[in-house]
């Protein structure tokens, strides 16, 4: 919300990190996304749990994974930091009803795997 008083801009990270990569402006959205990795990393150090070193699924399932959620943010007008956390701040519809949809498949999906799949 600092970001939208501040500078007048959504800190939606989707936004942020495509235009970050192709549009104008890009220090600044680089700068912010190294922020977010570094904040994790930081918060991991400051916990003191170690990092994950083996993953837990295979490599390409994770790039396929990461391409379908890019897709759908695209697809979607934005992502739940931009819809949930600054568009329900600013009291718009469209970002209430996407946040619900959200929401719900999350539920959904949790469901599905813990209760109807093992």
Request: contains cysteine; aromatic residues 8%.
């Amino acid at each position: 919300m600092m970001m939208l008083f501040l500078l007048g801009r959504v800190a939606g990270i989707s936004g942020i990190f495509w235009a970050g990569l192709v549009g104008p402006e890009r220090s600044w959205r680089l700068m912010f996304i190294a922020g977010l990795a570094l904040g994790g990393l930081s918060a991991y150090q400051i916990v003191g749990l170690p990092l994950p070193t083996t993953p837990q699924q295979p490599l390409w399932l994770a790039a396929l994974a990461g391409i379908l959620v890019g897709a759908g943010t695209r697809i979607g007008s934005g992502c739940t930091s931009g819809h949930s956390v600054c568009g329900i701040g600013r009291r718009s519809p469209r970002s209430l009803a996407a946040t619900m949809v959200f929401i719900s498949a999350g539920i959904a999906t949790v469901y599905l795997t813990r209760h109807l799949m093992g």
